[in-house]
Structure formats: structure tokens, C-alpha cells
């Protein structure tokens, strides 16, 4: 960092010499890409970068919080770019080799993103201390913020000298959201304080129990903490343990298995305390800044705000039943039997959500795997749920497809989560897309469907992958909620989010070819056999086509004029969130630019 520090530095001063404007001096390079010209956010290599005192400045504000923003990989090798001493240690390689497919581990770590597509697979674990850990996309500097006031530093200081700037909560981002090459980055994993009342009096006229939720909170630890409450609570939360709540997920709506009797994480939501791109700190609900309350549920993540906490609603505990399905190669080896058995699980769709149940399942390739785990029955006993799915079982018999299956109930939803809900493996190599296919495209259209899911998971012959489904429909409980989540939401029947297995030592252009078939083979044909259906902005294509319209409806103008007035300079980015349409990442997935 030293030598390329001085030159930037003596640069910088040349430019205070020669007089140029404070505010010009924050002015990125001028690009050219398609015969468009681009104007971008300062880099390492920029005049425009602030020198060393700047960042010791910013520093001591934040408490001394801010780090290099080191790849996890980090302490395997002896050089590391950007970095002048050798970050090599021996324990702390083996801690990240041991952890390597640890989702808490990875979650609690400043930087580390498990979709590693989007950090460009760089400088992974090793036992070669040689090689060299080059940064990738994984940012200059990161401050571990623990106050309020870190974050409004580092959002200033972004601000100020025009920086691309990363919110980064878990990491857990499909999409390379929480990651970005050269930028600053505000870690808000450590705000991790929830508190429940058992009356909430603020505005929004909800007057039962309530949660204030800090914006590191994970999914686990909330539903946890809801049912160690007297009387124990449920909260509208993910299915997966590690996913942060107050983050990304809610500010992109959140599905999870009580969203069939409650709707979205999002629609639960009363109040948010938020740090506006000016850095000014406001509370959004129905009575206060009603237009930012109105995008936070479910306009985007890291666009409007970053919020520091969320009050919502909680709901007593239910007993909840669970029920498994398994048909895979120790079943059949037919693919024909295979993907009759798929056909009637899915088609079932619409008959499940009736039954305000949730569905979470697993879709691989040949010979084929189908692995339901679980059907989730909100206040359904194990006889419910053995009734409810009769027609499922009857219909798998009578075209004899063999299968294995039980049920079990439970006395709440917390338990039947820990028991039942399965950890997902991270570190996983894939371009994802996905699609909501509504109970009218269930209706008429279910076979198409069907087969276009089987399609996503070997669209090609050289190509595997898998898909991942969730059947719910939270317009059930919540038909007409006022926010901005997408509305086909509400007529949602099943949503699945399809992969396509990479290595990660592709080609730049090898990783685009993956992210084309994805658009243009399994997205097109998943788009044709479910034209009412829609996207959604956290499991979705980053090249989805129209994607204003896909990801949020009618819902997009006004949210595009809320996004112009709460952050009109472009302080936050993350592709395909409202108002980006004039910023693109250029130079193969490094300098954030807008169109001049
Ligand atoms: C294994 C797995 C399971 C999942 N399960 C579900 C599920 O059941 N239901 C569901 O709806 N989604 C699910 N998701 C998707 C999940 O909602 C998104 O990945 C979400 O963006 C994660 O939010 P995060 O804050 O934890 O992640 P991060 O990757 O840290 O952040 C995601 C985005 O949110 C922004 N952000 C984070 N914190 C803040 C903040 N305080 N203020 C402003 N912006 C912020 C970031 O800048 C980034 O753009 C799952 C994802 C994975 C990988
Ligand atoms: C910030 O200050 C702390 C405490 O003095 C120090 O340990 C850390 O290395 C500093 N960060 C940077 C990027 O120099
Ligand atoms: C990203 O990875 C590609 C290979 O897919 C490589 O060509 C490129 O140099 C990498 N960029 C950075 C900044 O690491
Ligand atoms: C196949 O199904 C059986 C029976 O439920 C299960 O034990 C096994 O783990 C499944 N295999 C795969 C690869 O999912
Ligand atoms: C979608 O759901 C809403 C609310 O439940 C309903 O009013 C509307 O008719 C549905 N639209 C379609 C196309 O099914």
C-alpha cells in the first residue's frame, strides 16, 4: 500500500496546488464504453482517492473500527495485494480452512461473502503460501461498525470523497450485493440487540406484541430469542438460520414458512431507524417520513437508507407439523418416474398454499433428486397434514412412483424449525436466477411449468445444476398490504430459484456464458411457461430482462422517485435496485461509473 500511497497522495496535493474547487477534487476518471461516456466513483489509482491522513482522520472517528477489507483467505499466503506486511498465519489458515463451509463462520467474518462468484473467487484457502491473495472484488477498507455513529462516518465519508460504498451485513447476498472491488465498507454485523414488547404503542395501529430488531440480527437468533419471550412469539423471518433480518432481507420484501398465515417479513414491518445518505439520522413509519417507510418494505437493499434497526410485529406461537418427501436415485433410476413424481408434487401447488402451508424444496439432476424438506402446516397437527396431503399421496400411488415420506408435529413453530430446517452449504460456485409463478400460472399452465423446472437443472448437456423452491402464497394474510414489494407477490404460488453449477476458475467469458444461460435459456423458458409471474430483487437475475417491471410491478415510478429524493447523488449502489439505470460496473467488475 506505502508506494502506491505516496503517489496517490502527491497527486492529490498537486490538485489542491493547482486550486481546483474542493468538490472537483472528488471528480473519478472519465470513461468511454459503447460510445457512452462515464464518470466514475475514485478508485486506489485516482488522484481523487483520499490520502493516508484522510483515512487515519476517519479512522480515529470510527474508533479505530477501520481495517484493510483482507479476502478470509488471507492468512494463508505471505503477500497479499495492497498490503505491505505479510498477512500469512499458520493457526488462522487452518481456521479458515477448517470453516470454509461454516455459514456463521463466514457470516461473523469483516468481509467474506458466501456466493464467492461475486468477490471473483479470489484468494481462497491455500496451503501454498507462496501464490500470491489478489483482492478481487472484495473492497479496500471495511469499518466494523459497534455505534450508530461509525455508520454515519463511514456513509460521510463515501459521501464526501465520492467512494463506491458497501453496506455489509452477513454476506449472504446471491447476487455480490455486500461486495465490491475497491470500495469502503460499513459492516453492520455487530448491532445485534433485540427487544420485545408485549404492547407496541408507537404509530401504524398495531396495538399486540412487538419486536425492535438490530440491523445484525440473524434469522436463527430472532426466532431464538421470540421463543425464550413469555409468552413465546413468532416473527416473520427466512428459512435460513444465517441470513441477516433487518438487512437485506426485509428491504427485498422476505418470504419465509409463516409467510402463508402472516405474509411478508416486510409486510410486518412498523417502524425503521434509518442513516440517509446525507447522513442524517430519521425514523421512517406511517407517521413520520411515510414515503421512505413505504420503499424500505421491500423497494431494494443498500438504496434508500442504511437501517439500523426495525420495529415489527410479533405473533404468539402456533403448533406447527412438518412433513418430508424424498424421490431420488435410491428410489428410481427412470428419469420418466422422476419427473412424474416432480410433476405431481409441483402441480400441486396451488392446493398447498390453500392450506397456508410453506414448501421448501430441492430440485437436482439425473437420475434426479427431489428432496421436500419440509412442508411446513402453521397450526396443523401431524392428522392435518397426513389429511391436507392426501391428494398428494394418492396421486404419487396410483402412478406408482416410489418415494419415501413422513410426518411429524409439533408443539411450536420454533421447535419444528430447529428440528426439521436443514443448514444450506455456502461456497458454492453458481449464477442464479429465478421466478414467482402465480396460482393462475399454476391454473394453466402447471405442466409447462414443471418442465421448465426440471430444464433449469441440465439446460444444456454440459451444464448441471440445481433449483430451489419455496411454495407459499403471502397474499393468503396479507392481500392489499401498502408497501413496495412486488404486487404478483400476492398471487404468488411457488417460487424457484434456479443455479447453474460453475467451478469458479472459469473465464471472465466462460462466467458470462453461465450467466446467459441462465437469462436467455432457463429464465426465457421459465418466463414463457409462467407469463403472470414476476421476480424477486434477493434471488434473482442480475440480467433479468425489464427488470424494473419483473422485480416490482406497478410499484417501480414511485419508487424510483423516492430513490431520487432520499439519495439523489448516488451515495448507495447495488445493480438492479431502483434508480441505477445510469450506473454501470465497468472494466470487468471493478470501477462503478454513471453516464455522464
Ligand atoms: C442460503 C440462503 C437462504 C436464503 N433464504 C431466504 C429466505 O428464506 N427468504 C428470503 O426472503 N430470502 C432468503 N435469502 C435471500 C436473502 O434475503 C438475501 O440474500 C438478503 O439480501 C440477505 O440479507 P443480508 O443482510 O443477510 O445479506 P448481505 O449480503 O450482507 O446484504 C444484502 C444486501 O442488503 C444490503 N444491506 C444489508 N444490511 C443493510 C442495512 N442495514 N441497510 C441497508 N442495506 C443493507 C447490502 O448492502 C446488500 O445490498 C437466502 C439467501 C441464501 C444465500
Ligand atoms: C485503525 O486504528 C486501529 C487502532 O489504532 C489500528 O489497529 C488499525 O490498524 C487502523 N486501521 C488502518 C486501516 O490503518
Ligand atoms: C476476476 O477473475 C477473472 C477470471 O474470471 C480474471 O480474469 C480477472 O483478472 C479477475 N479480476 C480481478 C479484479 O480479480
Ligand atoms: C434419497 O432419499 C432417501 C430416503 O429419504 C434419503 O435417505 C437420502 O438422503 C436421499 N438422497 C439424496 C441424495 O438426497
Ligand atoms: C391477485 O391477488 C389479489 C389479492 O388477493 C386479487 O385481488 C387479484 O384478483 C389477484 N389477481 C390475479 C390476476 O389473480
Known amino acids: 500500500m506505502g508506494r502506491l500511497l505516496s503517489i496517490v497522495s502527491v497527486l492529490a496535493i498537486a490538485s489542491s496546488v493547482l486550486g481546483l474547487e474542493a468538490r472537483d477534487r472528488w471528480i473519478g476518471e472519465t470513461r468511454k464504453e459503447n ?22 482522520r476517519l479512522n480515529s472517528t470510527v474508533g479505530g473500527a477501520l481495517k484493510a477489507a483482507l479476502p478470509p483467505g488471507a492468512p494463508c499466503y505471505q503477500q497479499a495485494e495492497g498490503v505491505s506486511g505479510s498477512p500469512y498465519d499458520k493457526a488462522a489458515c487452518e481456521t479458515v480452512q477448517a470453516n470454509w463451509m461454516n455459514e456463521q463462520w463466514l457470516t461473523d467474518h469483516p468481509v467474506a461473502n458466501l456466493w464467492p462468484l461475486y468477490t471473483n473467487g479470489t484468494c481462497l484457502p491455500t496451503n501454498n503460501p507462496e501464490a500470491t491473495c489478489t483482492r478481487g472484488f472484495y473492497g479496500e477498507y471495511v469499518i466494523m461498525a459497534t455505534m450508530k455513529d461509525h455508520i454515519k462516518a463511514g456513509v460521510d465519508f463515501a459521501r464526501a470523497h465520492n467512494l463506491r460504498l458497501i453496506i455489509r451485513n452477513t454476506g449472504h447476498d446471491f447476487m455480490g450485493r455486500s461486495t465490491g472491488y475497491g470500495a469502503l465498507i460499513i459492516n453492520t454485523h455487530s448491532f445485534k440487540e433485540a427487544k420485545f414488547v408485549s404492547k407496541y404503542t408507537g404509530p401504524g395501529g398495531w396495538t399486540g406484541s412487538a419486536v425492535t430488531v438490530g440491523a445484525g440480527v440473524q434469522g436463527r437468533e430472532l426466532y431464538r430469542q421470540a421463543f425464550q419471550q413469555n409468552p413465546k ?79 415489527a410485529k410479533t405473533f404468539p406461537e402456533i403448533p406447527t407439523a412438518a412433513t418430508i418427501l424424498d424421490i431420488n436415485s435410491t428410489h428410481t433410476t427412470d428419469p420418466a418416474v422422476f419427473n412424474e413424481g416432480v410433476r405431481i408434487f409441483h402441480n400441486l401447488a396451488n392446493m398447498y398454499t390453500e392450506h397456508d402451508m410453506f414448501v421448501y424444496f430441492e430440485v437436482g439432476p439425473g437420475p434426479g433428486r427431489l428432496h421436500v424438506q419440509p412442508f411446513v402446516g402453521p397450526r396443523m397437527t401431524k392428522a392435518d397434514m ?60 402447471a405442466d409447462e411449468i414443471a418442465k421448465a423446472v426440471l430444464m433449469s437443472v441440465n439446460p444444456t448437456p454440459e451444464i448441471f445444476g440445481f433449483s430451489i423452491g419455496h411454495i407459499v402464497n403471502p397474499g393468503n394474510a396479507v392481500p392489499n398490504p401498502d ?45 414463457e411457461a409462467a407469463p403472470y409471474g414476476a421476480a424477486y430483487v434477493n434471488e434473482g437475475d442480475l440480467n433479468e430482462p425489464d427488470w424494473q417491471t419483473a422485480y416490482w410491478g406497478s410499484n417501480y415510478e414511485r419508487l424510483l422517485k423516492i430513490r431520487k429524493k432520499w439519495d439523489p447523488e448516488g451515495v448507495f449502489y447495488t445493480e438492479v435496485t431502483p434508480g441505477t439505470e445510469n450506473w454501470k460496473v465497468l472494466d470487468y467488475g471493478k470501477k462503478l461509473c454513471k453516464k455522464a
Not at 431494494?300 to 442504511?306: C, N, Q
Not at 413453530?413 to 402465480?438: K, L
Not at 453461465?514 to 421459465?526: R, S
Open 35 to 56: 460510445g457512452e461516456k462515464y464518470q466514475c466513483k475514485c478508485y486506489s489509482d485516482n488522484a481523487c482517492w483520499p490520502v493516508a491522513s484522510e483515512w487515519t
Open 233 to 311: 412469539v413468532v416473527v416473520v423471518g427466512g428459512e435460513c438460520p444465517t441470513v441477516g433480518w433487518a438487512g437485506g432481507y426485509i428491504q427485498g420484501g422476505g418470504h419465509g414458512p409463516l409467510s402463508g398465515i402472516y405474509g411478508m417479513g416486510a409486510d410486518n414491518v412498523l417502524s425503521f431507524d434509518v442513516i440517509t445518505a446525507k447522513g442524517e439520522y430519521v425514523t421512517a413509519n406511517s407517521d413520520e417520513n411515510s414515503d421512505l417507510f413505504w420503499a424500505l418494505k421491500g423497494g431494494g437493499p443498500s438504496t434508500f437508507g442504511v437501517v439500523t434497526s426495525i420495529t
Open 386 to 445: 397426513d389429511e391436507a396431503l392426501k391428494p398428494l399421496f394418492d396421486q404419487l400411488k396410483a402412478a406408482k412412483i416410489p418415494h419415501t415420506t413422513w410426518s411429524k408435529e409439533f408443539p411450536t413453530f420454533f421447535e419444528m424449525y430447529m428440528d426439521i430446517f436443514e443448514e444450506e452449504p455456502p461456497n458454492q460456485y453458481s449464477a442464479i436466477g429465478g421466478r414467482i409463478f402465480t396460482q393462475k400460472d399454476m391454473e394453466e399452465n
Open 483 to 527: 408497501n413496495a414489494i412486488h404486487p404478483t407477490w400476492r398471487n404468488a404460488s411457488s417460487f424457484v430459484i434456479t443455479n447453474t453449477g460453475m467451478t469458479g476458475q472459469e473465464s471472465w467469458e466462460q462466467k458470462q456464458y453461465f450467466q446467459d444461460v441462465q437469462t436467455n435459456i432457463i429464465g426465457k423458458a421459465l418466463r
